[in-house]
Structure formats: structure tokens, C-alpha cells
């Protein structure tokens, strides 16, 4: 089984699987998407944040950080140290974080509630000054993400949804070409999952009409200019 980030999880026992279309209905009577288990956190942020659209930068900057940090390991071991991120990366504001110098690299390194990948760390840190270029010169980076949007097909079970699109391609070479790192397309594609650019809730998720509701209701930012137009 995979989780929404694309790693291996655990199968755990589920009342019934009947006509939900690959999702599962567990003891608490909730239909879910596969991955979370029963895992009590992980049901919260699959609930409650998974897919949601998201159009704050500084929670922008905050998920595609730690999908950057995800990279190689599970999300849930991310998600149970996320607090701890944000201790140490200033709330993931953009602002903040780009000028943080080699001593917060260091005291980074120290921190045994985060990730100590030195190449991670300092990657945060790059990206934070790159995504304040993106918000001078498209107006947010949500306007600049939300410019990538692609079509959002129905994915019938879990077994259908991609590990990348040619537009989470798309964005993460643009952004590689601005100068962000740890941003190849899987990890971008976990992104647009994460931030509800696509809907990857599966039809007979209990979250998938919640989810489709609130991005047909979601007002797009518009970017200042196109970024297909601008080097």
C-alpha cells in the first residue's frame, strides 16, 4: 500500500471495503483513502489537511520544505517531527529562513527533533531566499504554484494515482531552473497533493466531496505575469 507521498504503509484491518472504490471504512465509521492506517495522526492530517487548498505562502513554503525533507524516508515519520521543524526554521517563513547563516546551519545539525541531513538543511535555506524572489516577482508564490494547476481526474483506487504528471514535471523544472533544490517532480507531485492543487482523495473517500467542494469554492491567485513567459 502507499501512503499519500508515495511510500510503503502498512496494511491494517478495516471493517468493510465494499463499494468504497478502494478506500477503507475503519472502526470509527469514517471512510478513508488507504494510507493513513490506523495511524491516529496520520487520519487527523488525511481528515483535516491532505488536499485542502492551501494559498498562505508561508504554509506553501512550509509544505514544500518538508516534502523536501520527506524525500527517502516516510511521511509520518515528517509529520510526527513537524512541530520540531517549525521550531527550528522560524514557522517555514520564507523570510526569516533566507537569511539564516551558518550557525543556524549548525544549530540545525544539533537538533535531534528534525531531519540532520546537512544537504536538506541548507537546501531550506536556498529555497527560502529563491521563493522571495517568486513572491517579488509573480505577487505570491501561491500565484506562481497555482499557475502549474492541471486538470483533476477522479482517481478510481490508489493504485491509479501517478507518482508524477507531466505538470508536476513542469513546475519542478521551472523551479529548478529559479534555483530550488529538492524539488524533483515526485516530490513536487506529493506537493500538489498535499496543498490541494489535484483532488487524490479517492471517490469513495468520506473527504473526496469535502475536498472537491473547497477547490471549487477556492478563489485562485493570479500570478503578476505568466510564468511560461518569464525566465
Not at 470509527?28 to 492506517?37: A, F, H, K, L, N
Not at 541548507?122 to 486538470?151: C, H, K, V
Not at 466531496?209 to 477547490?215: G, H, L, Q, S, Y
Request: glycine share 8%; net charge negative.
Amino acid at each position: 500500500m502507499l501512503d499519500g507521498s508515495g511510500d510503503p504503509v502498512a496494511e491494517v484491518p478495516v471493517t468493510d471495503r465494499s463499494a468504497t472504490y478502494g478506500a477503507v471504512t475503519g472502526a470509527d465509521g469514517v471512510t478513508r483513502c488507504p494510507w493513513p492506517g490506523d495511524h491516529a495522526d496520520y487520519r487527523t492530517y488525511h481528515d483535516d489537511e491532505w488536499g485542502r487548498p492551501v494559498v498562505d505562502d508561508v504554509r506553501l513554503f512550509e509544505k514544500a520544505s518538508l516534502e523536501g525533507f520527506q524525500a527517502g524516508l516516510s511521511w509520518l515519520t515528517i509529520l510526527r517531527k513537524r512541530d520540531n521543524f517549525r521550531a527550528a526554521f522560524a514557522g517555514f517563513n520564507p523570510a526569516v529562513v533566507a537569511h539564516f547563516t551558518d550557525a543556524d546551519v549548525a544549530r540545525c545539525l544539533g537538533d535531534a527533533g528534525i531531519v540532520r541531513h546537512r544537504g536538506k538543511i541548507e537546501s531550506t535555506i536556498n529555497n527560502a531566499a529563491r521563493a522571495l524572489e517568486i513572491i517579488d516577482q509573480f505577487g505570491s508564490l501561491a500565484a506562481y504554484m497555482w499557475s502549474f494547476e492541471p486538470d483533476s481526474p477522479v482517481r478510481a483506487t490508489q493504485d491509479d494515482i501517478p507518482a508524477t504528471t507531466a505538470e508536476s514535471t513542469a513546475l519542478s523544472h521551472d523551479l529548478k531552473h529559479r534555483g530550488w533544490s529538492f524539488v524533483g517532480p515526485t516530490t513536487i507531485y506529493a506537493l500538489m497533493q498535499a496543498m490541494g492543487m489535484v483532488n487524490d482523495h479517492l471517490p469513495g473517500c468520506d473527504l473526496h466531496a469535502v475536498v472537491a467542494a473547497e477547490r471549487a469554492a477556492l478563489v485562485r491567485p493570479v500570478p503578476h505575469v505568466d510564468p511560461a513567459t518569464t525566465p
